[in-house]
C-alpha cells in the first residue's frame, strides 16, 4: 500500500507564512499601477468634459444632423454637419471596400502559406506601412493619383490615402486572430480529406471571424478621424456632395479645420459641435465591434 504525500508528514509540503517584505512590495505595486491608471485617465477625462461642455448645444440642434452649412453666413449658427458626416462615412467605407479583402487574404496568406523570403518581405512592408505618417500617405497619393495620373482633387482620392493607413490593421489584427485558431480543428479537417482552401474558408476563417470583424470596425474608427488626407487631397464644400469622384467633400475633420479660422462665436461652437460628433461616431464603431464579437461568440458557442 502506497503512501500519499498528505499522509506522510515527512514529504509534506510546508507552508510559509507571506512575509513582512513581501506585503510591502505588494502594496506598493498596486500603489503605484493604480496611481498610474488614475494619472492616466485623468487628460482623458478632462478632454470628454471639455468637448461635452462645449458642443452639447451644437449636437442637441434640430437641424445639427440633418442639413449641411449651404447658405449659412460665418456668424449665423444654422444649419448641421450632414454633409461632413456623409463625407467622413463615405470614405471610411471606400477605403473599407479596398483594405479589407486584401488585409483579409494577405494575413491569411501570411498565416498558412507564408513561408518563404516573399512572406518575410510582406511581413516587412506591412510593418513599415504601419508606421507610415497620414501626411506622407496623403503626399504619395496626390503624387501619384493627382500629379502624375492627372486625377482630380476628390474624395475617392482620400480614400485611397486611408486605405495606406487602414491596411496594416486590418492585416495585424486578421492575422493575430487566425494564430488564435487551435491547430488541432485544422489538422482535424485534413484528417478527414478536406483539402486546404476548403478548411481555411469552412473552418479557420469562420472561427476567427468575430475578432477580423472587431478589428475591421477598430481600424475603420482610426481612419475617419485622420485630417492630413483631407487637407491635402479634397476641398472643403459648405453644401452636400453626393460624388466621391470629383469635386469638394466634406468632412468632420475638415470642418473642424475650416472653421477654426472663423473668429465668431458660431464657428467655435461649430468646431466643439464637430469634435463632440466625431466622438461619438468613433464610439460608436467601437460599441458596435464590442457587440458584434459578443453576439458572434454567442451564436457560435
Not at 444654422?78 to 487574404?105: C, D, E, K, R
Not at 462665436?265 to 463632440?276: I, K, T
Request: proline share 6%; charged share 10%.
Amino acid at each position: 500500500m502506497t503512501t500519499t504525500t498528505l499522509d506522510n508528514p515527512a514529504t509534506a509540503p510546508t507552508f510559509h507564512p507571506i512575509g513582512t517584505g513581501r506585503k510591502v512590495k505588494n502594496s506598493l505595486a498596486a500603489f503605484f499601477f493604480t496611481g498610474s491608471f488614475l494619472i492616466a485617465t485623468i487628460p482623458l477625462i478632462w478632454l470628454l468634459y471639455t468637448v461635452l461642455e462645449r458642443g452639447f448645444t451644437a449636437v442637441i440642434s434640430a437641424d445639427w444632423w440633418g442639413k449641411s452649412l449651404a447658405g449659412v453666413l460665418p456668424d449665423q449658427f444654422a444649419g448641421g454637419v450632414y454633409h461632413a458626416i456623409y463625407g467622413t462615412i463615405i470614405q471610411a467605407l471606400i477605403a473599407a471596400v479596398f483594405s479589407v479583402p486584401l488585409g483579409i487574404m494577405a494575413a491569411i496568406y501570411l498565416v498558412e502559406y507564408g513561408k518563404g523570403r516573399f512572406a518575410k518581405v510582406t511581413t516587412f512592408m506591412v510593418d513599415i506601412l504601419a508606421g507610415v505618417p497620414s501626411i506622407v500617405a496623403a503626399l504619395f497619393v496626390f503624387a501619384l493619383w493627382i500629379a502624375t495620373l492627372g486625377f482630380p482633387q476628390s474624395a475617392f482620392a482620400v480614400a485611397l490615402a486611408l486605405v495606406l493607413l487602414m491596411l496594416p490593421v486590418v492585416v495585424r489584427n486578421t492575422e493575430e486572430m487566425l494564430k488564435l485558431v487551435p491547430d488541432e480543428l485544422r489538422e482535424a479537417s485534413y484528417a478527414l480529406g478536406v483539402p486546404k482552401w476548403k478548411t481555411i474558408v469552412r473552418i479557420v476563417v469562420p472561427t476567427a471571424l468575430p475578432g477580423i470583424i472587431s478589428g475591421v470596425l477598430l481600424a475603420l474608427a482610426r481612419v475617419m478621424g485622420e485630417t492630413a488626407p483631407v487637407l491635402i487631397l479634397v476641398g472643403y464644400a459648405r453644401s452636400i456632395n453626393y460624388d466621391p469622384s470629383s469635386g469638394n467633400m466634406a468632412s468632420l475633420p475638415l470642418l473642424i479645420y475650416t472653421e477654426l479660422i472663423n473668429p465668431e462665436a458660431a464657428g467655435r461652437l461649430r468646431v466643439w459641435g464637430a469634435a463632440l460628433t466625431l466622438i461619438l461616431l468613433v464610439a460608436a464603431l467601437y460599441v458596435a465591434a464590442a457587440f458584434v464579437n459578443r453576439y458572434l461568440n454567442r451564436n457560435r458557442a
